[in-house]
């Protein structure tokens, strides 16, 4: 050994590096870094990436994230302001404090000025018919123009937009939302036909000169009570009423509204709004804990001073020629656990409410004069596989025609959904649907379609999957919201979209579940210094220092590491 | 970048899941390249290598086991005699080594204010022999010398230590590696002794599996067992995170040093727990006012 100075001659020095000896020999494991699914994407059924949008707003790369959320979903700014967030339901903050507000993460996302996607390169494209410009029609011509096909959409009415334009009301959501989300899918260049209406006959003439259909005409007619009265002046029913009633007569003092929907809430609130002088109450047959509506939309109604009555339905309408008062009956609601079906069951106890108005709103129906006949089923419904397909072939159906529970957010999965198996069977592609399922709801998704995802998408990580104790209590942010009082004034939006700060605090309450956020933790704590930090900011393990002890894995927060075999095999331990 | 500041090497014979090694690790990284560690005999010996292997990437200097503060503090001076003043001397020593039998000359050192940071890697009792209870080993706990669980306390080091007005002492763990190489760069900024007491869990003497190492440092910190604080001029107090307060069961039920114990032990154990956090806060308190 070559000898050090002054040194040597007075003690040994030790200067061979331990790095001789490869100590990864005594353990035969090693960490994998795979990241997994969350339980918010699990459940989106956009399947939008969340803790990785979130993960780019925390780096504080706005476009990136958006880019991230535009990859499955068309309308962030919309889905940002009316969707009914089952991610925020399935969030795995709610068992540490409450959920993420993903919902309003991704609405200050959609109101982001970024409007730009990628279009796949496309050698033989479809033409494509698409009916109806809700949602599911929208959402499915966007997916198909970035598969490079080409779309052409028919619109009975005189703009796009479906319910999103003349179904939910302006003060949740604006039109000049819907416009600027809309930028996106303009200019990938859609053919739009307005003033359309399709029938039962011209069905098979599309079929003629497109090479697939995808229908998504909604559910445009309110359903009927069906009982004596209803008739009389003074009876409008839901949709209609919010599509086409633009004021209210003066002498009206009393609006009654019936239902526990979305629309009930939406009515009794353009009413109060209409009208602030008049009395608005909503009698809903179902408890206040199982009404249909969002949650927000209740308690916005509330806040606006509309009364809630729950546990009634409607026996009959009295008055002469006008209605003077509803009669109730007393109502109970019960699950069918078999069928999941709500069973109405009448009680002996009658109530009478006066009222110069009444606005009936138990749900929707298929439009009676463009109900396709050829491809409906009685009740003019169309049903369709887990393809999206119909009955008739090249004919594909989405959104509320297919009975699946009216949302937004669910409207516009259906369209991509039969947007990919429309490309899928155009490239004559047999690939098995689970293949592109996210977790275990069967909600597709186009990333990997596109096959851009990275993560581990049949492992869904849970709560008790993570390391929290580096985690705190913190507050949910919310947005602000106009005073009660304000918002009566006009249909201007009441909520605010967060600001910069909020929504960098509320992002920061991310639990990043299944992302690797960079806490570096891994890296800090290997006792062997086996983990590296590479250049694009993700880690590298080097096998032959490796101990396999595995607490990189056990004490990652966001359980990303796995130990798994190393690639040598088994060793000695 | 990383490699750069790295200066323990791979390839030490440290047990797997150490947390001695984790915290040689983080304090060399914080310390950075113009150091030169003292090492007594201890599990970090065997870490920072046994001739002729070396792990370490600065010089270290084997001393014998009762005199890490003395030697730090000659070599410091002889530093200063050669105006070499923009190196750091680090003196690490085990729990034994400064609980127990280094405690005078670590005391001498201190009173003289000798100018090096002293970092105290406290595994609970002499592990590099064989799990023998030291004077750090906490209350109940078993070790090869205390079969049915110690009976003595925890000796209170950090008092001792601020009894001789350092100029900077603190707690830290590897639970919490930010805190813990900020608390050694602000050591750096000191002149005189600066003390760094750090928990080091140790899965061979700790009885559990070596995956916990990161997870039980975070829990002795959130259950109060080893709060996080900083103690200036030997006077003011100052708690550095906030724990969660978790009950202390969840700290204990997971090693089987604490197996044998009974309900009325770990209730026992967590009203101790709540006294020394109070005593504290009491001490914190007391110089916010000042
Ligand atoms: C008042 C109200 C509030 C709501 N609030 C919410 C909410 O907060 N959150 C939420 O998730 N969901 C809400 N919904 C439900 C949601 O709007 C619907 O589920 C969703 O819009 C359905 O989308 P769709 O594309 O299937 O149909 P629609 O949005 O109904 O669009 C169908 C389109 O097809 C057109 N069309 C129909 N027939 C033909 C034809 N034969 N030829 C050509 N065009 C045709 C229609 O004119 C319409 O433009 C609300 C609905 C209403 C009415
Ligand atoms: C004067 C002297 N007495 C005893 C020993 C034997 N010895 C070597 S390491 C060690 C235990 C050290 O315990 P601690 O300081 O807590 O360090 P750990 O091994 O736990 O890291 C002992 C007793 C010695 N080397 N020198
Ligand atoms: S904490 Fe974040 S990643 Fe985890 S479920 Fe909630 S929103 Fe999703
Ligand atoms: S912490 Fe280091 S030694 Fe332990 S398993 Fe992870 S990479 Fe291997
Ligand atoms: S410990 Fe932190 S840095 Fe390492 S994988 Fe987990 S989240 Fe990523
Ligand atoms: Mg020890």
């Known amino acids: 050994m070559k000898k050090h100075g002054l040194f040597d001659e007075i003690m040994p020095v030790s200067k061979t590096p331990t790095s001789a000896h490869k100590t990864g020999l005594w353990g035969n494991l090693k960490p994998l870094y795979k990241e997994a699914t969350s339980p918010c994407r699990e459940s989106c059924p956009l399947n939008t990436d969340i803790p990785l949008f979130i993960f780019h707003m925390k780096e504080k790369d706005l476009k990136r994230a958006k880019e991230e959320i535009l990859l499955e979903n068309p309308f962030p700014g919309i889905s940002g302001r009316v969707c009914h967030h089952p991610c925020e339901d399935a969030c795995n903050r709610r068992e540490l404090d409450s959920s993420v507000s993903v919902r309003a993460l991704e609405r200050f996302l959609g109101d982001y000025p970024f409007y730009e996607v990628p279009v796949s390169e496309n050698r033989s494209p479809k033409k494509v018919a698409i009916v109806g410009s809700g949602p599911a029609g929208l959402s499915c011509a966007y997916f198909l123009l970035r598969l490079g096909h080409k779309v052409t959409i028919f619109e009975k009415e005189s703009d796009v937009g479906g319910l999103l334009l003349f179904g939910i009301p302006p003060y949740r959501l604006p039109k000049n939302v819907l416009r600027r989300d809309l930028h996106v899918l303009l200019a990938l260049k859609p053919q739009i036909r307005l003033n359309f209406e399709l029938t039962g006959d011209n069905i098979f003439s599309l079929l003629g000169s497109f090479d697939y259909v995808f229908l998504?005409?909604?559910?445009?007619?309110?359903?009927?009570?069906?009982?004596?009265?209803?008739?009389?002046?003074?009876?409008?029913?839901?949709?209609?009423?919010l599509k086409e009633v633009k004021s209210i007569e003066d002498e009206i003092r009393r609006a009654i509204v019936i239902g526990g929907g979305d629309v009930a809430m939406d009515v009794a609130r353009t009413i109060r709004r209409l009208k602030p002088d008049a009395k608005v109450s909503i009698f809903a047959p179902e408890k206040v804990e199982d009404l249909p509506a969002l949650r927000e939309n209740v308690a916005e109604a509330l806040e606006e001073g509309i009364d809630l009555i729950c546990g009634y339905l409607p026996l009959y309408f009295e008055g002469k020629k006008r209605i003077e008062a509803v009669i109730f009956q007393r109502t109970e609601v019960k699950k069918d656990e078999k069928t999941g079906k709500f069973l109405f069951i009448p009680l002996n106890e009658k109530r009478e409410e006066a009222a110069d108005m009444a606005v009936v709103c138990i749900g929707q129906k298929p439009l009676e004069a463009s109900k396709l006949r050829e491809i409906a089923e009685e009740e003019g419904y169309i049903l369709v596989d887990h393809r999206g397909r119909t009955k008739i072939e090249r004919i594909y159906a989405g959104g509320d025609i297919i009975g699946q529970k009216a949302t937004v957010s669910l409207a516009s999965s259906s369209g991509k959904r039969a947007a990919i198996c429309i490309d899928m069977d155009a490239k004559r592609l047999d690939l098995p649907l689970d293949e592109l399922y996210v977790g275990s709801k069967g909600f597709l998704s186009f990333k990997k379609y596109l096959k851009l995802e990275k993560k581990e998408t049949r492992k869904v990580v849970g709560f008790s999957d993570l390391n929290t104790l580096p985690h705190e209590k913190i507050p949910r942010v919310d947005a602000k919201k106009e005073e009660p009082l304000e918002r009566l004034k006009d249909f201007r939006e009441i909520g605010y979209t967060y600001t910069k700060e909020e929504a960098e605090k509320e992002s920061d309450r991310c639990l990043s579940c299944g992302q690797c956020m960079r806490c570096n933790l891994c890296f800090y704590l290997c006792p062997d210094v086996s983990i590296r930090r590479k250049a694009d900011g993700l880690y590298e393990v080097d096998e032959d220092y490796c101990k396999s002890c595995g607490v990189c894995a056990k004490t990652c927060p966001s359980n990303v590491i796995e130990m798994v075999e190393k690639d040598g095999g088994a060793f000695i331990r | 970048m990383d490699t750069q500041d790295e200066i323990l090497r791979k390839g030490h014979y440290a047990c797997p899941g150490c947390g001695l090694a984790i915290a040689m690790r983080l304090v060399l990284r914080a310390?950075?390249?113009?150091?030169?560690?003292?090492?007594?005999?201890?599990?970090?010996?065997?870490?920072?290598?046994?001739?002729?292997?070396?792990?370490?990437?600065?010089?270290?200097?084997?001393?014998?086991?009762?005199?890490?503060?003395?030697?730090?503090?000659?070599?410091?001076?002889?530093?200063?005699?050669?105006?070499?003043?923009?190196?750091?001397?680090?003196?690490?020593?085990?729990?034994?080594?400064?609980?127990?039998?280094?405690?005078?000359?670590?005391?001498?050192?201190?009173?003289?204010?000798?100018?090096?940071?002293?970092?105290?890697?406290?595994?609970?009792?002499?592990?590099?022999?064989?799990?023998?209870?030291?004077?750090?080993?906490?209350?109940?706990?078993?070790?090869?010398?205390?079969?049915?669980?110690?009976?003595?306390?925890?000796?209170?080091?950090?008092?001792?230590?601020?009894?001789?007005?350092?100029?900077?002492?603190?707690?830290?763990?590897?639970g919490y590696p930010q805190d813990l190489m900020e608390k050694v760069k602000r050591a750096k900024e000191f002149q005189g002794t600066k003390f760094i007491h750090v928990l080091t869990p140790c899965p061979t003497g700790w009885k559990m599996k070596e995956e916990l190492t990161g997870v039980i440092a975070m829990l002795a910190f959130e259950t109060k067992v080893f709060p996080l604080y900083e103690v200036i001029n030997g006077e003011i107090y100052r708690i550095t995170k906030v724990p969660k307060g978790l009950p202390v069961r969840d700290y204990l039920s997971i090693q089987g040093r604490f197996s044998h114990l009974s309900e009325d032990e770990i209730e026992k154990i967590q009203q101790e727990v709540d006294i020394e956090w109070e005593r504290l806060i009491y001490l914190a308190k007391r110089h916010e006012k000042v």
């Open chain 1, 216 to 241: 998504a005409p909604g559910m445009g007619e309110s359903k009927r009570l069906q009982v004596a009265g209803e008739n009389k002046k003074g009876v409008y029913y839901g949709v209609q009423f």
């Open chain 2, 31 to 174: 310390v950075g390249r113009k150091a030169i560690a003292v090492i007594v005999p201890s599990c970090e010996a065997v870490i920072s290598g046994t001739y002729p292997f070396s792990a370490l990437e600065v010089p270290a200097f084997h001393s014998a086991f009762a005199i890490a503060a003395p030697t730090a503090a000659g070599i410091s001076r002889a530093l200063k005699i050669r105006k070499e003043t923009d190196v750091t001397v680090l003196a690490f020593a085990g729990d034994g080594g400064t609980y127990d039998i280094g405690l005078q000359s670590l005391s001498g050192a201190a009173e003289r204010n000798e100018d090096f940071i002293y970092v105290c890697l406290d595994n609970e009792a002499y592990m590099n022999t064989g799990i023998q209870a030291s004077s750090s080993t906490p209350p109940l706990s078993w070790t090869v010398t205390t079969p049915k669980g110690k009976v003595e306390k925890k000796k209170r080091l950090m008092e001792i230590i601020v009894a001789h007005s350092v100029p900077y002492a603190a707690t830290a763990t590897i």
